[in-house]
């Protein structure tokens, strides 16, 4: 069969820079969509992170915004805000305009992307894997806004090159470098900490090595090490513990009420009625903390009632997942976060595209003998069931599908690598 035209045409070029070239073509892709995006609304998760950017250094870092009262704020992990906060700091007027920063970051996540593929397989891999993340709605379209997914989908990427890296090779710089990415996953999405945790024990574990235990210390010592200052920030400044954010209880407040169980058109997602109602109840709370714990205990107290119907729920939730049920309400809502429309409805596409591919080629490379292979494989579907694991315990919302993405369209990569081979191998710089 004949390789693809973007492989003939590269072909002469090193792996380094045809690499170079697809992520310059990525990063003047997300440039531009930065200037396609919607107008930044004072009620998003990108107004919070962009207002504890420029708070940072101030005497009011990391307080509430869009609050009568400066109280404290955890509400979402500071690793976004703290990146942007020295160009926050010489900018003290930029506010949407901090957008043009992130694709450097969708830039990193390609690169990240295409060297696990290398790893996993081959340059030709790696080179087919730049171009998918490149193109890819799902990889791009929160590069043109102030949160925490492209930092998140970044450091989920290099930890995995880092991890396999470490399992081909044992030493403790491969291992330094996966504690650090494993500590930016967890304070940028705290919810991801335990994949990056699975992901860990599955590459020792099929080590079989215990010799390797104190590489693992290592990983834990610096995670610990990086997370420590703000988890203890945040518990000199609330009176419940708080560990890497305050956002628990919405988000389960939001996704667990009548509308959301009963409604037909809400069933398995959430409802900003329902996370309004909340927030009112608890609005003579000023402390992050104690409003978290009263809205968690009231969503546990409304499952607990309507045990019954959560099985529905629950399939309701892995349907808004995968994009299968209403992606027209996603694609309203998420106008509401700044996406255009037409990006939202590029997102669903691809993810229709890609996923039965995904698969599809999973199925047929179940008895994969390469080592490396076997290992990203078990990572692989580790990452397939915790994304599923997300969505039934929290909401189908799309952004929990960052790890399934990257390995997603790596496993494909590596499918076309093999289906599609020229005839004069690529040069690996």
Same mark, same amino acid.
């Given at each position: 069969?004949?390789? &693809?035209?973007? +492989?003939?045409?590269?072909? &002469?070029?090193? /792996?380094?820079?045809? @690499?170079?070239l697809i992520t310059a073509a990525a990063f003047i892709w997300r440039e531009i969509y930065v200037t396609l995006e919607l107008p930044m609304r004072k009620v998003t998760d990108e107004f919070w992170y962009i207002m504890q950017a420029h708070r940072f250094f101030g005497p009011h870092a990391w307080t509430c915004v869009n609050c009568l009262v400066l109280s404290p704020t955890a509400s979402h992990g500071p690793l976004t805000s703290t990146v942007m906060a020295p160009l926050a700091w010489l900018f003290p007027h930029a506010m949407s305009s901090l957008r043009f920063v992130i694709p450097v970051v969708g830039a990193a996540t390609v690169v990240g992307v295409a060297t696990l593929a290398k790893t996993v397989h081959s340059p030709r891999a790696g080179l087919i894997a730049a171009v998918a993340a490149a193109l890819y709605p799902g990889l791009w379209i929160r590069d043109g806004l102030v949160v925490s997914e492209p930092f998140a989908m970044c450091a989920l990427a290099w930890?995995? +090159?880092?991890?396999?890296? *470490? *399992? $081909?090779?044992?030493?403790?710089?491969?291992?330094?470098?996966?504690?650090?990415?494993?500590?930016a996953i967890a304070l940028s999405r705290s919810e991801l900490l335990l994949w990056a945790l699975l992901a860990i024990f599955l590459a020792w574990w099929g080590t079989r090595q215990w010799r390797l235990i104190r590489h693992i210390a290592l990983m834990a010592i610096l995670l610990v090490v990086v997370m420590s200052p703000w988890i203890a920030y945040n518990n000199g400044r609330f009176s419940k513990p708080v560990y890497l954010s305050t956002n628990l209880g919405m988000t389960l407040a939001g996704a667990n009420c009548h509308l959301t169980y009963y409604d037909g058109r809400f069933i398995g997602y959430d409802a900003w009625a329902c996370a309004l109602k909340a927030e009112n109840s608890v609005s003579s709370i000023t402390d992050e903390s104690e409003k978290s714990s009263v809205m968690t205990h009231e969503a546990t107290s409304y499952i607990t009632a309507h045990w019954s119907r959560l099985p529905l729920v629950i399939v309701g939730r892995e349907l808004w997942f995968f994009g299968l049920y209403r992606p027209n309400?996603?694609?309203?809502?998420?106008? @509401?976060?700044?996406?255009?429309? *037409?990006?939202?409805?590029? $997102?669903?596409?691809?993810?229709?595209?890609? /996923?039965?591919?995904f698969a599809w080629v999973m199925w047929r490379r179940q008895r994969d003998r390469e080592p490396v292979a076997r290992l990203f494989a078990r990572i692989t579907v580790m990452t397939l069931m915790f994304a599923i694991f997300l969505a039934a315990i929290f909401v189908g919302h799309w952004r929990y599908r960052l790890g399934l993405d990257v390995v997603a369209l790596v496993t494909v990569s590596v499918w076309l690598a093999d289906r599609w081979s020229p005839a004069r191998s690529l040069s690996a710089s």
């Open positions: 069969m004949a390789s &693809p035209r973007f +492989v003939t045409r590269i072909r &002469p070029l090193s /792996y380094g820079r045809a @690499l170079a930890l995995l +090159v880092f991890l396999i890296r *470490w *399992w $081909q090779s044992p030493s403790l710089r491969w291992a330094a470098a996966v504690g650090i990415c494993a500590s309400a996603v694609v309203g809502i998420s106008q @509401l976060a700044s996406q255009p429309q *037409w990006a939202t409805w590029l $997102q669903a596409a691809g993810a229709w595209i890609l /996923y039965p591919i």
